[in-house]
């Protein structure tokens, strides 16, 4: 602005005609000169002619006026000459020992380019820059203002040192030779912006480097100093404020987080029920599971057995019907072919096919049984008289095959009158004893009947059949009532499961055992049936 | 040379292993029947049967075992399984392919036999 207003000057006419002195220039420069105080202070506008000599000098009241004096020795005067530059000087002191700067405008004939003179302005530094900030109170933020000599132009720490070099002894002793502060000046004089905290023994301060550019020059550089502790004291206002808020903020968080850790300790005793509730329930179902999968387990198992005991079965009764047939077939051919053989051939056809008709009857009484449909006829007999006479039949096949077993009967001394299906239980004895023959080979079958009182004067009759073959397989004995339960390579399995039956049918009981004891080997079979006779001595007819 | 006719005949039941002796006598063939194989085993003749005819299901040995002392001894002897059973075929074919259930007529008995024989080695 300021610049602007004695670039005016040096641009109006009466300059530019090299009038540089006279009433007429005195009224443009105290016109001029007010001009420029209402913008700051400054306590002089002078016009320097070509030959640097002052020619016009307006004062502030109580300044002197130099007029007519060279003011070569002034390096701004110099300076503007040389360069035909606008100056911003250097700080000076003046005649009256006031601490100044000064702005300087070269006058030039804009048509010729011929240099006239300088028009300027003295400003004090004391009042001028403390229009930018505090330049008294070394307590506060001050500002320190150099030019770029280094000279202090205005500096908030202390007047006294106004007008000094900032690395002259005073200043340095003054800031106690501080190196961090003397660093970042000398930075600052170089242009470089930065800032460094630093304490040289008056309380520990922040400063700030400022370049103050112009014209893309820096004349002057500025440092802001502010003491820490008011940074410090604010920082804390701020942070109590902040704490407070804070405070506040925690507060209701934590009133907050409380009521929903309330929240969720109660949630989690509900859950917790629950999930307590669920997992008895769960154990009991898994428990419920286990219990049917090892039920269907053990009905898949049993399935299985008797799938395999069926097919078992089909494949023995394949053999079974199939092997009769072939030698009925077989003879009947050989018959035709040679008639005259006829006894050869037809006892073995009678043979197979009786053997084809038993066959056939078990499987039918099977039926019957299982239908439920078995019928007994029953009539009253001596059963020690029907067993005599199934020994006897089996006697005779006995010798007919060569056989070397020896069949022993010792019958109760008692007549056993039973009311039963004579033929079922001549079915049940002779399998008793066909099995017992069959699995002896050799060695003695002992039959045997008693008189049994099961204390409630209810009799019954107990026939034992017991043989000196291998006994009976272990495995086989708790089913060996049971269909198709077979150890030998003939028949299907089923003569002890329908003498059971019948023995059942009849309100008797039949049972196995192995004969173990005092060295002995072989199977006993029992089997009871109820007697309806007094009791009557008999004749001992002990059958061999 | 004259046609091997000799037949070696295993079978438990005892009216089978006599009338298909008789039976393939009565075409010819010379059967050596047991109701045993132990028996017929200890029997065996090498390079003497043309064919052999076992019975699958035998106390003591079965067929396949009988099979395998036979083959051991006799490489060129024809073998045919027969059996009433209704047996696992697979099982037996990994033997011999020829296999002959019962009940069947002599006539067909003779047939199977003959075209076995055919056979080449």
């Keep these: ?544 | 040379m004259s046609e091997n006719k000799n037949i070696l005949l295993v079978d438990d039941e005892t009216d089978i292993a006599l009338a298909f002796s008789l039976g393939l006598e009565s075409y010819g063939f010379l059967v050596d029947a047991y109701t045993s194989s132990i028996k017929a085993l200890a029997n065996f003749k090498s390079d003497f049967y043309k064919l052999a005819l076992l019975d699958i299901k035998i106390p003591e040995m079965d067929g396949i075992a009988l099979y395998e002392k036979i083959r051991e001894k006799d490489k060129k002897i024809k073998i045919c399984f027969i059996s009433a059973y209704d047996v696992d075929y697979h099982i037996v074919k990994e033997y011999s392919e020829c296999i002959i259930k019962k009940p069947i007529t002599i006539e067909d008995l003779v047939k199977k036999i003959n075209t076995e024989m055919q056979e080449k080695d």
């Design chain 1, 1 to 544: 602005m300021i610049r602007s207003i004695l670039q005016g000057i040096a641009e109006s006419p009466r300059f530019q005609q090299g009038e540089l002195y006279g009433d007429n220039i005195l009224q443009i420069a105290e016109d001029k000169f007010s001009q420029v105080n209402d913008v700051t202070k400054v306590d002089g506008l002078f016009i320097v002619d070509e030959d640097n000599i002052m020619t016009t000098h307006i004062v502030s009241e109580g300044n002197r006026s130099f007029v007519n004096i060279d003011m070569s020795f002034r390096n701004y005067i110099s300076e503007t000459r040389d360069t035909l530059q606008p100056v911003f000087s250097e700080g000076f002191t003046g005649i009256d020992g006031t601490f100044r700067i000064a702005l300087t405008v070269p006058i030039i004939n804009s048509d010729s380019g011929e240099y006239i003179g300088i028009v300027g302005v003295t400003i004090p530094t004391e009042p001028f820059f403390s229009l930018y900030g505090n330049i008294h109170d070394i307590n506060s933020q001050f500002l320190v203002i150099y030019d770029k000599k280094g000279t202090l132009l205005a500096v908030g720490a202390d007047e006294s040192l106004l007008g000094l070099n900032f690395f002259e002894d005073v200043v340095q002793t003054f800031i106690n030779h501080n190196q961090i502060l003397t660093n970042l000046t000398q930075n600052l004089l170089k242009g470089i912006s930065g800032s460094a905290i630093y304490d040289y023994g008056r309380g520990e301060r922040i400063t700030t480097n400022y370049p103050v550019f112009i014209n893309d020059k820096t004349p002057y550089f500025i440092q802001i100093v502010t003491p820490t502790g008011t940074i410090y004291s604010e920082i804390n206002n701020v942070l109590f404020g902040e704490k407070l808020q804070m405070f506040t903020l925690i507060g209701g968080t934590v009133a907050a987080i409380t009521t929903l850790i309330m929240f969720l300790i109660k949630w989690n005793i509900v859950l917790d029920n629950q999930v307590k509730k669920r997992t008895k329930e769960l154990r009991e179902s898994n428990r419920q599971l286990t219990l049917s999968n090892q039920e269907i387990a053990q009905a898949n198992e049993e399935l299985k057995v008797h799938d395999k005991l069926q097919r078992e079965f089909i494949n023995v009764a394949s053999h079974e019907i199939k092997t009769p047939i072939q030698a009925i077939l077989t003879f009947s051919q050989l018959l035709q072919k040679y008639p005259e053989r006829q006894t050869e051939f037809t006892p073995a056809i009678s043979r197979n096919s009786l053997r084809l008709q038993r066959l056939s009857n078990d499987i039918l009484d099977v039926a019957k049984i299982e239908s439920r449909s078995l019928k007994l006829n029953k009539e009253i007999f001596d059963l020690n008289q029907v067993i005599s006479n199934i020994i006897e039949d089996h006697k005779s096949i006995i010798l007919k095959k060569n056989n070397k077993v020896k069949l022993l009967f010792y019958p109760s001394k008692e007549i056993l009158l039973v009311e039963a299906d004579k033929e079922r239980i001549v079915g049940v004895i002779s399998n008793l004893l066909s099995n017992a023959i069959k699995f002896s080979k050799e060695g003695e079958i002992f039959v045997s009947t008693e008189m049994k009182d099961n204390n409630n004067n209810n009799f019954h009759a107990l026939v034992t059949v017991k043989d000196t073959g291998e006994g009976i397989d272990p495995e086989i004995l708790p089913k060996i009532f049971s269909k198709f339960i077979t150890k030998s390579f003939e028949g299907l399995g089923l003569g002890l499961y329908i003498s059971k039956n019948i023995v059942e049918a009849h309100g008797g009981k039949i049972w196995a055992e192995n004969n173990n004891k005092n060295g002995n080997h072989g199977a006993i079979f029992y089997f009871t049936l109820p007697l309806i006779n007094n009791v009557k001595s008999s004749n001992n007819s002990i059958d061999k």
